[in-house]
């Protein structure tokens, strides 16, 4: 059963603590992504990984970090300098095509993050 | 830079009437275009893209959406609403590199019995 997994779904957590979200995905896709996602809003992007052992910052990096040591594995971890950290959070990921062709980003069920 | 934006934060419909959902979209070069649906508290799912084929998409759950580069749009539409339809969508396009997506802020459907 192919798909990407994200644990735990609710997850809480003190002001001042570091929490790490997990994500897996077994598609064998190359690209990984992390959103955030308020109330009301879109989804906005945290930071993103074309392929292993590389990854960029989006457009709202600040107060995060993540790694992509394995392919299927892209955590990501909400430190304590971010400001607002409670929040959905979701991953997704994606495979290039050699054609060059837009390919559609596939989501987990993404892990509700509470900070207080 | 590419953008959406969705025009309606929230949309009400009757069960069995069509459902219309506005996407406009702002790009310098003909973009690649998707719409989501998200059920509450789950991750999202892929309704339909547009990628420089035919203008008119078909999807799942009886979706399609229309590319229109006249007037910059993508709406979305279903011609009888279910109540399983109740859920948030999202319009989003692609950035320039990475497959990077921007997404619109979302339109949220009600579907009345």
């Known amino acids: 059963d192919g798909g990407i997994t994200q644990s735990p779904k609710y997850l809480f957590r003190k002001e001042g603590q570091n929490v790490t979200l997990s994500c897996e995905q077994n598609?064998?896709?190359?690209?990984m992504y992390w959103y955030r996602q308020d109330p009301g809003q879109g989804l906005r992007l945290i930071y993103y990984?074309?392929?292993?052992?590389?990854?960029q910052k989006g457009d709202i990096a600040e107060g995060y970090s993540v790694s992509r040591e394995k392919k299927e594995s892209f955590p990501l971890t909400v430190t304590s300098a971010q400001k607002n950290p409670t929040a959905f959070y979701l991953c997704?990921?994606?495979?290039?095509?050699?054609?060059?062709?837009?390919?559609?980003?596939?989501f987990g069920p993404g892990t509700r993050l509470t900070v207080t | 830079a590419q953008s959406v934006t969705q025009l309606d934060s929230h949309v009400s419909v009757s069960e069995g009437t069509p459902v219309l959902l506005r996407c406009n979209y702002s790009?310098?070069?003909?973009?690649?275009l998707f719409w989501y649906v998200q059920h509450p508290n789950k991750g999202l799912q892929l309704l339909l893209k547009?990628?420089?084929?035919?203008?008119l998409v078909k999807g799942i759950n009886g979706f399609e959406a229309e590319f229109k580069k006249s007037e910059t749009s993508f709406h979305l539409t279903k011609p009888s609403a279910h109540m399983s339809d109740a859920a948030e969508y999202f319009c989003?396009?692609?950035?320039?590199?990475?497959?990077?997506?921007?997404f619109g802020g979302g339109t949220r459907v009600l579907v009345k019995p």
């Open positions: 547009y990628t420089s084929a035919a203008t």
């Open positions: 997704a990921s994606s495979q290039p095509q050699r054609t060059g062709a837009d390919y559609e980003q596939y």
């Open positions: 790009s310098s070069y003909s973009p690649s």
């Open positions: 990984s074309q392929i292993v052992n590389d990854f």
């Open positions: 598609l064998n896709h190359d690209a």
């Open positions: 989003a396009t692609n950035k320039a590199a990475g497959n990077k997506l921007t």
